[in-house]
């Protein structure tokens, strides 16, 4: 099984705004978190070949997050190859990009190559939830 899934949110704020917020270690550790966990910690090479590790501190425990960036298109596209436990420790695909729509940008996470349902439906939660604190973290700036 090779399955996609794909979260998209439109946030008040500029492409180039949402698109660093993904390559700074700081920001991402504390937007790249579900709702009601403790900020993450981060590690970021902002290179192509270069890797990156997120560990999520959920009250259900700490899950490691990492990957390798593979397109970095500053800021209309982000790429990187994303594994944890959730994809059997196997890299599937994630695919970020940032759309302008007026004054603010959609943001789409295409998920690609996740090993089967169950990754499938983790992953569909979390990048949810996770976008949508994103977007409500930026848009309480514009506001």
Request: glycine fraction near 6%; proline fraction near 4%.
């Amino acid at each position: 099984m090779t399955a996609v899934l794909t979260v998209r949110r439109r946030i008040a704020a500029s492409a180039d705004r949402l698109f660093d917020a993904w390559l700074d270690p700081r920001a991402l550790a504390v937007w790249m978190r579900r709702d009601g966990s403790a900020e993450s910690a981060a590690t970021v090479d902002p290179r192509v070949g270069g890797a990156f590790t997120i560990t999520m501190n959920d009250p259900q425990g700490a899950f490691v997050h990492g990957g390798t960036y593979t397109v970095i298109d500053r800021p209309h596209r982000l790429e990187f190859t994303w594994r944890s436990d959730a994809t059997h420790q196997t890299d599937s695909v994630v695919r970020v990009s940032f759309e302008p729509d007026g004054d603010a940008t959609v943001v789409e996470v295409r998920h690609e190559r996740l090993p089967d349902a169950l990754a499938v439906e983790l992953h569909t939660g979390g990048w949810t939830e996770i976008l949508s604190g994103f977007a409500r973290r930026y848009d309480e700036e514009a506001a």
